[in-house]
């Protein structure tokens, strides 16, 4: 089957950087959107990135200018370079990918989370 492993998460500093890095394995016919969310106690789960095929990005407003998605299709990866990092980026940070397995229907796939914990 289909999964989504992410890496990459731990504790850092406020104004450092962090790079998520998440993989897509399994029978995988074709993926079309990746992305990261995150989700903060007491919060709901927020888009932070994603990216489509052909490129395309889209960011919550909070991280623009700070962060940067990245992917390699042809090793069905995506990463997440967060630089600047603030105390409200903490959050369990989920992968996310729309993804159609050989001889099945397009679904969205979530990775199991990794802990990003900034903090002094």
């Known amino acids: 089957q289909v999964q989504l492993v992410e890496s990459g998460g731990g504790l850092v500093q406020p104004g450092g950087s962090l790079r998520l890095s998440c993989a897509a394995s399994?029978?995988?016919?074709?993926?079309?959107?990746m992305g990261w969310y995150r989700q903060a106690p007491g919060k709901e789960r927020e888009l932070v990135a994603v990216m489509a095929t052909g490129g395309s990005t889209n960011y919550a407003d909070s991280v623009k200018g700070r962060f940067t998605i990245s992917r390699d299709n042809a090793k069905n990866t995506v990463s997440l370079q967060m630089n600047s990092l603030k105390p409200e980026d903490t959050a369990l940070y989920y992968c996310?990918?729309?993804?159609?397995?050989?001889?099945?229907?397009?679904?969205?796939?979530w990775g199991q989370g990794t802990q990003v914990t900034v903090s002094s």
């Open positions: 399994g029978s995988i016919f074709s993926i079309n959107r």
């Open positions: 996310n990918g729309y993804i159609v397995p050989r001889f099945g229907k397009w679904y969205d796939y």
